[in-house]
C-alpha cells in the first residue's frame, strides 16, 4: 500500500523550513515592536462560532465533524472568530484597553486546490481591541506595511476604502440588509463586468438608477489621495456617508504621520462581510498574478455578534504561505548558513566517548552541534562537513586528547587545502 499526503496539502522540508522560520521570527519581531503579544487558540472550535459570523453556507468549505459526545466541531477555517470568541471569554472584563495581540497557526478551508490555494494553509495577523479610531486603524495599518517591508517585498500596494461610505449611500436609498449584502458580495469579487450587469442589467438587484450609477462611478475611482475631492463630489447630495467619508480623510492624514506611502485609495474595496463596519483594506503583490492578494482586514464587529459588548477592533491577516511565495517572487535567493555552529569529529573509536562528552558540553553551553555516529574515516567527515556546511569543525584525536587538547579548524580552510588552493 502507498500512503501520500492528503489533497490540498504539503510536505515542508529542511530548508524550506527554515526560510519559513525565519520570515516568522522577523514577522515576531515587527509586531511585538509595535506592542503586540502573541496568543493560541485552539485548532478547532464549535462549529456555531463560524455559522454565527459567516453564516451556515460557509459549512461547505469546512472540515467539520462530531465528536464522541456528538457536539458539532470544525478545524478553524481562520482565526478571527476564535480571537472574539478568546475576548469573550478570557479577557473581556479583566483587560486594560487597548488589547493587541497576534496570532500564527494553520487553518483548514475544504476547497478546489490551486496554485496559492491549499486545503491547509497559515495566517498570521493579529487584533487591536478597543483602540478608538481613526487612529488605530492607522496604526493597524502602518504595522502592516512594515511587516511586509521587512521580508523585502517592496511592490506590495496597500489599498484603502471605507464601507461607511457605501452604507451610507445605502441607509439614504432605503436599500434592504439581504440587497446590501448581496451587492457587497459582488463588489468584493473585484469582476466590474458582473457588477454592472447587477446594477444596470434586465433585472437589477437594485431597483434605483440614481444609486446604480453612484456606486458604478464610486467603486471605480482608485488612485492617491488627489481622489477624495472625486469622492466628496460624489456624495455631496448625501447626509448619511458624510461622517464615513471625514473619518477616512483622518486617516489618509494619520497614514502620513505614521509614515505609510505606499498605499492607494480604492473604493472597490468592499471585504464582502456583514461585520466590516469602517476602514478596510486589502494588500496586493503585483507579480503573484491571480494569487495577488496576500492580507486583508479592517474595522468590525464582532465581539458584539457573539453577545458581547461593542468594542472598537480592527485587525488583519497575512495569507503567510503567498507571503513565502512573494519573497521567492522578489527578493534574491540568499544561501542559508549551515544549521550548525560546529561540527565535531572523533578520528578513531578510542575517542568517541570523549567525543560525545565534548559535544553535550558545546550543546549545553548554547552551541548548535552535531557529532559522527557512524565511524567515518576523516576524508568522509571532511566531505560530510563540507556538505552540511559548517564553518568549525572540531578534530579530536588520541594525542591530542593526551595532552587535554582539541584541534578546532576552519572549514573554508581545509576545503581549500583539500582542493590544492
Not at 476604502?161 to 451610507?168: D, E, P, T
Not at 471625514?246 to 498605499?263: G, P
Request: hydrophobic share 35%; charged share 30%; with cysteine.
Amino acid at each position: 500500500m502507498e500512503f501520500t499526503r492528503p489533497r490540498g496539502t504539503r510536505d515542508f522540508l529542511f530548508e524550506e523550513m527554515r526560510k519559513r522560520k525565519q520570515a516568522e521570527g522577523t514577522l515576531r519581531r515587527i509586531f511585538e515592536s509595535y506592542g503586540y503579544q502573541e496568543i493560541k487558540t485552539p485548532l478547532f472550535e464549535e462549529l456555531s462560532l463560524f455559522t454565527t459570523k459567516s453564516g451556515e453556507e460557509i459549512v461547505n468549505q469546512l472540515y467539520n465533524f462530531k465528536d464522541k459526545s456528538d457536539r458539532e466541531l470544525t478545524l478553524r477555517p481562520e482565526i478571527t472568530a476564535p480571537v472574539a470568541r478568546l475576548y469573550l471569554n478570557e479577557l473581556e472584563k479583566t483587560a486594560v484597553k487597548p488589547i493587541k495581540l497576534y496570532y500564527y497557526g494553520s487553518c483548514f478551508r475544504y476547497e478546489r486546490p490551486q496554485k496559492g490555494r491549499f486545503r491547509q494553509f497559515w495566517q498570521f495577523g493579529c487584533e487591536l481591541i478597543g483602540a478608538k479610531t481613526p487612529q488605530g486603524e492607522a496604526e493597524v495599518i502602518a504595522l502592516c506595511s512594515d511587516a511586509i517591508k521587512s521580508l523585502g517585498i517592496t511592490t506590495a500596494d496597500v489599498n484603502i476604502n471605507h464601507l461607511g461610505i457605501i452604507r451610507g449611500l445605502f441607509k439614504h436609498f432605503e436599500i434592504s440588509t439581504e440587497t446590501q449584502r448581496e451587492i457587497m458580495v459582488v463588489i468584493d469579487k473585484g469582476d466590474k463586468d458582473l457588477l454592472i450587469e447587477s446594477l444596470s442589467g434586465d433585472e437589477p438587484v437594485i431597483d434605483n438608477d440614481e444609486l446604480n450609477q453612484i456606486l458604478l462611478k464610486l467603486i471605480d475611482l482608485v488612485g492617491d489621495k488627489s481622489i477624495i475631492s472625486e469622492v466628496e463630489e460624489l456624495i455631496e447630495p448625501y447626509d448619511e456617508p458624510k461622517e464615513a467619508f471625514e473619518e477616512l480623510k483622518e486617516l489618509i492624514s494619520l497614514l502620513e504621520a505614521f509614515q505609510v506611502q505606499n498605499y492607494t485609495l480604492n473604493l472597490g474595496v468592499a471585504r464582502g462581510l456583514d461585520y466590516y463596519t469602517g476602514i478596510v483594506f486589502e494588500i496586493y503583490v503585483p507579480e503573484l498574478g491571480a494569487q495577488k492578494q496576500i492580507c486583508g482586514g479592517g474595522s468590525y464587529s464582532l465581539v458584539k455578534l457573539f453577545g458581547g459588548q461593542e468594542v472598537e477592533s480592527t485587525g488583519f491577516a497575512l495569507g503567510f504561505d503567498r507571503l513565502m511565495n512573494a519573497i521567492e517572487e522578489l527578493t534574491d535567493e540568499e544561501e542559508l548558513p549551515s544549521h550548525l555552529d560546529v561540527y565535531v569529529a572523533p578520528i578513531s573509536a578510542d575517542v568517541r566517548v570523549k567525543a560525545y562528552e565534548i559535544t553535550q558540553t558545546l550543546r549545553q553551553n548554547g552551541f548548535k552541534t552535531d557529532v559522527d555516529l557512524n565511524g567515518k574515516k576523516f576524508k568522509k567527515l571532511m566531505n560530510y562537513a563540507d556538505k552540511i556546511k559548517v564553518e568549525k569543525i572540531i578534530i579530536i584525536g588520541t594525542n591530542d586528547l593526551a595532552d587535554g587538547k582539541v584541534t578546532v579548524k576552519d572549514m573554508d580552510n581545509i576545503v581549500n587545502h583539500i582542493k590544492g588552493e
